[in-house]
């Protein structure tokens, strides 16, 4: 059975800094791009940013580029996403998820096929 589990979220002052990461078991996710996504309440689930399975290449949100860095360790099983610069519009449940297809990258949440149960990030103006 395929599990992801996100952490790291948390309190945080705007302008500070958090590591979510996230941690699969049951499969390597050595073979697959990697996205996260957030949930802001009362709104839809959005892209964040993804991660091809070498990590050689990445795509990011408009809103989250120049702040947000997503990374793995595929000796792990594991990727991260260091959010700098927080800002009161960033508070959601963070979502990291498994590609369906390999090692496409996507910013459609249909084409992944694994998500976690999220962690709370709450930023404070």
């Known amino acids: 059975q395929v599990q992801v589990v996100e952490s790291g979220g948390g309190l945080v002052q705007a302008g500070g800094s958090l590591r979510l990461s996230c941690a699969a078991s049951?499969?390597?996710?050595?073979?697959?791009?990697m996205g996260w996504f957030r949930q802001a309440p009362g709104k839809e689930r959005e892209f964040i940013a993804t991660?091809?399975?070498?990590?050689?290449?990445?795509y990011y949100a408009d809103s989250v580029k120049g702040r947000f860095t997503i990374s793995r360790d595929n000796a792990k099983n594991t990727v991260y996403l260091q959010m700098n610069s927080l800002k009161p519009e960033d508070t959601a449940v963070y979502y990291c998820?498994?590609?369906?297809?390999?090692?496409?990258?996507?910013?459609?949440?249909?084409?992944?096929?694994?998500w976690g149960q999220g962690t709370q990030v709450t930023v404070s103006s």
């Open positions: 049951g499969r390597t996710i050595g073979n697959s791009a």
């Open positions: 998820a498994i590609s369906r297809y390999g090692n496409f990258m996507s910013a459609d949440r249909g084409t992944y096929n694994y």
């Open positions: 991660i091809t399975r070498s990590g050689g290449s990445t």
